[in-house]
């Protein structure tokens, strides 16, 4: 079986590569069975990648633009953390939509090995982290909860993906998001009564730091905003208990 002829030959081997990465549980794919599947000869495959290594990291490097531009098709809402339950949802839409392009990307996570695109799609997070941080609406550092969040998603949008189309249940992934997104943000503080106090600091020190640095305020000398942001830091992560 071969892709449809009225795709170009180069868009034909990426879904092909594509196709067969996520189907083959780990094992090699031949140069071999990704032109017999795209229908194409192995001088094509060269020519227009290079080589078949060359062809897997053009798969990553487009599936990766597109959940990008999924990522960031809204307009802010001025309102960060409902921004990033919009973040979200396109991200397990994109791999509902997707599954084996999602599963090149995200599926196959090898023991100590951190792909660049996880770090990337955290950074992504991490930009509308900062923003909320800023409002004083975060308990925890802006990198720590992107980390948390999309450790989430992305098992989410697996478990979804695996499970018969028929029979997946979006609220999973609702109820999975707000309860990250509660854990994370300063609503989740204010429940520790007992700690009301120093969860304020807390939270005014996560925000002032996100701000400064942010804003690359010239008030303060290098060496001034470099300890200060180091008072801020320490406070921002100290222990609750």
């Known amino acids: 079986m071969s892709f449809d002829g009225q795709l170009p030959p180069k868009m034909r081997l990426l879904r092909a590569a594509a196709e067969l990465l996520a189907k083959s549980a780990g094992a090699a794919v ?11 000869t192995a001088p094509t495959l060269y020519h227009h990648f290079g080589d078949k290594e060359g062809l897997f990291d053009a798969v990553v490097a487009a599936g990766f633009e597109e959940y990008v531009a999924g990522e960031r098709d809204f307009a802010p809402s001025g309102q960060p953390l409902e921004d990033i339950r919009r973040m979200w949802d396109n991200h397990v839409q994109f791999g509902l939509k997707q599954p084996e392009l999602y599963l090149v990307m995200f599926g196959n996570i090898r023991p100590e090995s951190r792909p660049a695109i996880v770090a990337d799609a955290e950074g992504l997070l991490e930009e509308m982290l900062n923003k909320a941080a800023a409002a004083g ?105």
């Not at 031949?30 to 194409?40: D, F, K, N």
């Not at 979006?170 to 997104?181: K, N």
């Not at 509660?182 to 996100?210: C, H, M, P």
């Open 30 to 40: 031949s140069t071999r069975q990704i032109t017999q599947l795209a229908g194409v």
């Open 137 to 241: 609406q975060l308990n925890v550092q802006p990198r720590e909860a992107a980390r948390s969040i999309l450790a989430a998603n992305v098992g989410v949008t697996l478990m979804l993906i695996a499970e018969p189309a028929a029979e997946r249940n979006l609220e999973l992934s609702t109820m999975t998001r707000d309860a990250m997104i509660f854990a994370v943000s300063r609503d989740q503080g204010r429940d520790a009564t007992e700690d009301s106090g120093k969860s304020s600091v807390v939270v005014a020190a996560i925000a002032l730091n996100a701000a400064l640095q942010a804003s690359h305020s010239d008030q303060l000398t290098s060496s001034e905003l470099k300890l200060f942001l180091e008072w801020l830091h320490r406070i921002s992560t100290s222990s609750t208990g």
